[in-house]
Nanobody
Framework: QLQLVESGGGLVQPGWSLRLSCAAS????????MSWYRQAPGKERELVAAITSAGGITNYADSVKGRFTISRDNAKNTVYLQMNSLKPGDTAVYYCKVRFNGVDYWGKGTLVTVSS
């Protein structure tokens, strides 16, 4: 069945970097737009970044533009989120998502905590 598994989260200090990974299975990964979302405590889930099936077009939330980079490796069925210059406001659970046959599928998320 379709599965998304995020990894790479952790506790970092402000200004540090992290790279998140989302390993996908159960569908033809290379045909689908992939997205990263995040949900901070007490806040709604928000779109962070998205990438088209071949990786040619990316889109970012204003709050992460210039700091985060989404990419994908269709040979490895994996989407990445490189996060640089992390801020305390980036603290959240990060999820990857795919819309497959009109249904949104989510991973279980990976926690990123930015704190000194």
């Amino acid at each position: 069945q379709l599965q998304l598994v995020e990894s790479g989260g952790g506790l970092v200090q402000p200004g540090w970097s992290l790279r998140l990974s989302c390993a996908a299975s159960g569908f033809t990964f290379s045909r689908y737009i992939m997205s990263w979302y995040r949900q901070a405590p007490g806040k709604e889930r928000e779109l962070v970044a998205a990438i088209t099936s071949a990786g040619g077009i990316t889109n970012y939330a204003d709050s992460v533009k210039g700091r985060f980079t989404i990419s994908r490796d269709n040979a490895k069925n994996t989407v990445y989120l490189q996060m640089n210059s992390l801020k305390p406001g980036d603290t959240a659970v990060y999820y990857c998502k795919v819309r497959f046959n009109g249904v949104d599928y989510w991973g279980k998320g990976t926690l990123v905590t930015v704190s000194s």
